[in-house]
């Protein structure tokens, strides 16, 4: 297949990439590279790409989603087979912020990539959302039947626009699409403005680390690996009309067009001190603890009912977070020099 990768030089993008790359998929990268965070990890990431045996399949382009001519001339040109949308304005606490970059990135980006896709034929479209859409819900495990009305952060709004965007564009034109609820990724070559990498980083320099809601959040972390598997299983796996979908009882999860949205996570809650504590372990070296209270834009608790994805891909995620906790500090410690 000819696939575009978009924020390739991403986290989850540049891992996408490569297991695509992998199997013999071509790939068009693309990300605009901006500086919402470090960019010589995005340029590593992409050296990482470029590194493989079969990276002569691979082509970066360097464009923001949110260019809509040259978007347009993108698909045009190269008139994929499919398409794994990641790039986003990434971040609950930033579209705080900065919230024009949200609508910007996520609305206006997404757009242009349903048009891309509507015009030129492509037979899946797999987005990102989030499962920041759950918001105000308190229904554990939150599963893809709740209700999602109510967000908390204008980010969790954007992804549960691109939801109705993409339904939209399944019900009229007939494109198949799927969203993919990400919970709380982590892992080697991960995100700076993250958990994991921000406590990582404090507690080497023997720094405090600031622990929200005092430590009582819960996330379903989900190792990066397990991720890409729930991905790819999903790209191969094109969105169809559920027959027995009834306007007269309308299941949120599901549609008469070809539109899906899946739950991709750990489906195991870990308290966020046992996280903390995991990491210290790895580390060699406990952290200065600043409780804080809950900041705006968060919930306490994510918790993925990740049976529908089970059923239809036979995704399994199978990382703990000893494993993964560890094989991210290995790789930190690596990168860094530390």
Known sequence: ????????????????????????????????????????????????????????????????????????????????????????????????????????ANIVGFMNVLEGCRHNKVKHLVYASSSSVYGANESMPFAVEDNVDHPVSLYAASKKANELMAHTYSHLYGLPTTGLRFFTVYGPWGRPDMALFLFTKAILEDKPIKVFNFGNHRRD????????????????????????????????????????????????????????????????????????PLQQGDVPDTYADVEALVKDTGYRPSTNIETGIGKFVEWYRDFYNV
Request: aromatic share 8%; no cysteine; hydrophobic share 40%.
């Open 1 to 104: 297949m000819k696939v575009l990768v978009t924020g390739a030089a991403g986290f989850i993008g540049s891992h996408v990439s490569m297991v695509l790359l992998e199997r013999g998929d071509e790939v068009v990268g693309l990300d605009n590279l901006n500086d919402y965070y470090d960019v010589s990890l995005k340029e590593a990431r992409l050296a990482r790409v470029k590194a493989l045996p079969t990276s002569d399949k691979f082509t970066f382009v360097k464009m923001a989603v949110e260019d809509r001519e040259g978007m347009e001339a993108l698909f045009a040109e190269h008139k994929f087979d499919k398409v794994v949308h990641l790039a986003a304005q990434a971040g609950v606490r930033y579209s705080l912020e900065n919230p024009h970059a949200y609508i910007d």
């Open 221 to 292: 972390f989900t190792y990066i690996d397990d991720i890409v598997e729930g991905i790819i299983a999903t790209l191969d796996n094109t969105a169809e009309p559920n027959p027995e979908w009834t306007g007269k009882a309308p299941s949120p999860g599901s549609s008469k067009a070809p539109w899906k949205v899946y739950n991709i996570g750990a489906q195991t809650p870990v308290h966020l001190l046992t996280y903390i504590e995991t990491l210290e372990k790895a580390l060699g070296k406990e952290a200065e603890k600043e409780l804080l």
